[in-house]
């Protein structure tokens, strides 16, 4: 006795099939490329508020670094002239990263090496 044979599926169902089963494949990608991309924007979201809290409290840190040496300066050579010192010297050091920054830029949009 012959074991019973498996229905044979027609060209149009396995066509039908394969069309069914790619959707499923492609909704099972699109949802988890979304998962994944709400999950990316929640980190950056973090990312953001933390870093931004971090430049506000080296902001203030600075200020307090500038106000400590105009303080400390003060007795040596009065405070006019301990602050214009002072702001002279951040100035400098601002020209000077600005400058840097400057050779950085000319060299990203520099048109041949």
Same mark, same amino acid.
Request: net charge neutral; aromatic share 8%; proline share 4%.
């Given at each position: 006795? #012959?074991? $019973?044979?498996?229905?044979? +599926?027609?060209?149009? #169902? ?9 959707? %499923? ?35 203030? %840190? ?12 003060? $007795?040596?050579?009065? $405070? ?25 830029? +000319?060299?990203?949009? +520099?048109?041949?090496?």
């Amino acid at each position: 006795m #012959d074991a $019973p044979q498996p229905e044979e +599926k027609s060209i149009g #169902d396995l066509l039908q099939q394969l069309v069914e089963d790619g959707r %499923a494949y492609a909704d099972a990608e699109i949802g988890f490329y979304r998962t994944l991309l709400r999950s990316k924007l929640r980190d950056a979201r973090g990312m953001l508020w933390t870093g931004a809290v971090a430049l506000v409290l080296a902001q203030a %840190a600075a200020v307090a670094l500038v106000v400590g040496l105009v303080f400390t300066l003060s $007795p040596l050579v009065g $405070p006019g002239l301990a602050t214009l010192i002072v702001v002279l010297v951040f100035l400098a050091i601002a020209g000077l990263m600005g400058w840097l920054a400057w050779t950085h830029v +000319k060299r990203i949009f +520099k048109e041949k090496p």
